[in-house]
């Protein structure tokens, strides 16, 4: 059974601090490699991605940093705030019969404090 | 541009009854999804379409869920009899395209159908 292993599994943050979460793929074969972050309540939505043809990519005070060798990829949140306390979940694709499927990391809860 | 549409929201059975979700993708969006999420875990993927036909049901119980894409748009899953581990989020998604060769990218996701088997 192909696994993505993240930690850690919660985290708590100071507002203005950086969170960082941490995930490990199996597969040498994964092309995309996604962050979806879910509010309570509602459903997953993609925050940041990256292809492994480059080793970081920051969009506004989030940046994913891509280790190919290591099999491992991490999210930060720079100055984080109270309006980023979510689940956090990494991502990769595994193959099924029809081509590729997600499979999803067990989710790092952040809590950041005011 | 409207999002996915999931009903119902919140559900509660008894063991042993059953139950069928809906789930309408984004049109055009080509590969829906099913994913279980038990609560502080992470999705499960419990079948894939590729427009109406499956791609990967390798971790739905069969026994008890089945699923179904008509006319490669709309969805339904069902349960039944349902257990008390079938307590979860049912998430639906879909993608605009899932290729054998690449990943093409984002799942856009439900908000979720909540189900409680008391």
């Known amino acids: 059974q192909q696994q993505v292993k993240q930690s850690p599994q919660s985290l708590i943050v100071q507002k203005g601090g950086i969170s960082i979460i941490n995930c490990a793929y199996e597969n040498t074969a994964f092309d995309y490699f996604p962050w979806y972050q879910q509010f309570p309540g509602k459903g997953p939505a993609l925050l940041i991605a990256i292809r492994p043809d480059v080793s970081e990519k920051k969009e506004g005070r989030f940046t994913i940093s891509f280790n190919k060798s290591a099999k491992q990829f991490s999210l930060h949140i720079m100055d984080s705030q109270p309006g980023d306390s979510a689940t956090y979940f990494c991502?990769?694709?595994?193959?099924?019969?029809?081509?590729?499927?997600?499979?999803f990391g067990a989710g790092t809860r952040l809590f950041v404090k005011a | 541009e409207a999002g996915v549409a999931q009903s119902p929201r919140y559900k509660i059975i008894e063991k042993r009854q059953s139950v069928a979700f809906w789930c309408n993708p984004i049109s055009g969006h080509a590969t829906l999804y099913w994913y279980q999420q038990i609560l502080g875990q992470g999705p499960k993927l419990l079948i894939q379409f590729q427009n109406n036909g499956v791609v990967d049901d390798s971790q739905l119980p069969k026994d008890r869920f089945s699923a179904e894409r008509l006319k490669g748009v709309d969805s339904t899953l069902k349960i039944q009899p349902a257990k008390l581990e079938d307590s979860a989020v049912y998430l639906c998604?879909?993608?605009?395209?899932?290729?054998?060769?690449?990943?093409?990218?984002?799942?856009?996701f439900g908000e979720g159908s909540r189900l409680t088997v008391l």
């Open positions: 991502a990769a694709p595994g193959r099924n019969t029809g081509g590729f499927k997600t499979i």
């Open positions: 998604a879909s993608s605009f395209f899932s290729s054998g060769r690449k990943n093409t990218g984002e799942l856009f």
